[in-house]
């Protein structure tokens, strides 16, 4: 079917992405003969999972600087490399990133095969097609949100908004994008398929206009682009409730190093209460007994719910309690995720 579909070519495509890439930090111009640095690649993508190319491209640039090479990353203490991710939320991607760049440095280099990458710490499917693509020129199509998009929109994928209906259209996209890769080009076609989804079919008022497979785009056709894809409805976040303390000795916070898996796993926080689904009325979980006052409340999104955390704060000069330790605050403030620099700030 894609063979007989001009208007919907890897050609097209291509033209259209050798005129109008965007021009990135981690990439390489289109038709450049010699392939990029996979560990820019695979730093650019695990950045960008989970937010977007102006939020992550000062991160990429800072990580760059600091660590040129995945042997420089390996080498850096988990401590740096969390305290440097700070913003970019979802630590344990930045914990699966340390992790993955020691394996690397001890392989002596990422591998050149899906498989390879697939058994690397934190690297998914759509990951290790997208450094397979770019950095190794393998024929493979990384396939994510926007392009799930394009395709959809494309080919009239997707009108089963029930997860498993989704589930099948999400199969069949993928097949029908890994039909068409170039194999001389598969690097370029994975970043214009990005490019194309990304800022031209966007999900809301989408600029066919400027889309190279205008013509050939069956949602267009219809007048309906942005019934595809039908995704199954979102379910409301559920809301967490619990109780953070700021204990302060002059220039010092207490903070507790949460454990190393689970959300946050590794970082360092105030101390404080179970995040739990009722509402906790009373104060609970201060590490120790002083005259704690309230400061406000902290609120944070995460993935899959949404948390409130009352903040107390007190001063009350001691030594720090087993599984604790005295940070200085600018200290504290760096190393904390969002949600703890949202406590910090309301108390310091």
Same mark, same amino acid.
């Given at each position: ?31 450049? %003969? ?75 280099? $990422? ?117 595809? %894809? ?71 999104? $995460? ?46």
């Amino acid at each position: 079917m894609l063979e007989s579909s001009p208007d919907l070519s890897a050609d097209s495509l291509l033209a259209w992405y050798d005129r109008h890439a965007r021009d990135l930090p981690w990439r390489i111009p289109p038709g450049y %003969p010699d392939a990029p640095d996979p560990y820019r690649v695979w730093l650019s993508e695990i950045m960008l999972q989970q937010t977007t190319v102006p939020h992550a491209t000062p991160y990429f640039l800072k990580f760059t600087r600091l660590w040129p090479r995945v042997e420089d990353l390996a080498a850096a203490t988990i401590d740096d490399v969390t305290r440097e991710w700070a913003g970019l939320g979802y630590y344990a991607r930045a914990r699966n990133l340390h992790k993955c760049a020691c394996a690397v440095a001890e392989l002596g280099g $990422f591998p050149e095969t899906i498989d390879g990458l697939l058994a690397l710490p934190g690297i998914g499917p759509y990951t290790a097609a997208a450094i397979a693509a770019i950095a190794f020129r393998i024929p493979v199509a990384p396939v994510d949100g926007n392009i799930e998009r394009v395709i959809s929109r494309a080919f009239a994928i997707a009108g089963d908004a029930t997860p498993k209906g989704w589930a099948a259209d999400k199969k069949q996209i993928s097949a029908l994008v890994n039909e068409i890769v170039p194999p001389d080009r598969p690097g370029d076609f994975a970043q214009a398929m990005m490019d194309l989804g990304s800022g031209v079919c966007t999900p809301k008022a989408p600029n066919c206009m400027l889309c190279p497979w205008m013509d050939g785009c069956l949602a267009r056709r219809e007048g309906a682009q942005e019934a595809y %894809p039908a995704k199954p409805q979102k379910k409301p976040q559920p809301e967490r409730i619990g109780h953070a303390f700021v204990l302060v000795d002059g220039d010092v916070v207490l903070m507790e190093r949460r454990p190393p898996s689970g959300l946050l796993g590794g970082m360092l926080m105030p101390p404080g209460s179970d995040w739990l689904e009722t509402a906790q009325m009373t104060r609970t979980g201060a590490p120790v007994e002083a005259d704690w006052q309230e400061a406000g409340e902290a609120r944070h999104v $995460f993935t899959h719910f949404r948390l409130t955390l009352k903040v107390w704060q007190a001063q009350k000069p001691m030594s720090a309690p087993q599984g604790m330790e005295w940070v200085n605050h600018e200290e504290a403030l760096a190393a904390a995720p969002t949600i703890g620099r949202k406590v910090l700030k309301l108390a310091l």
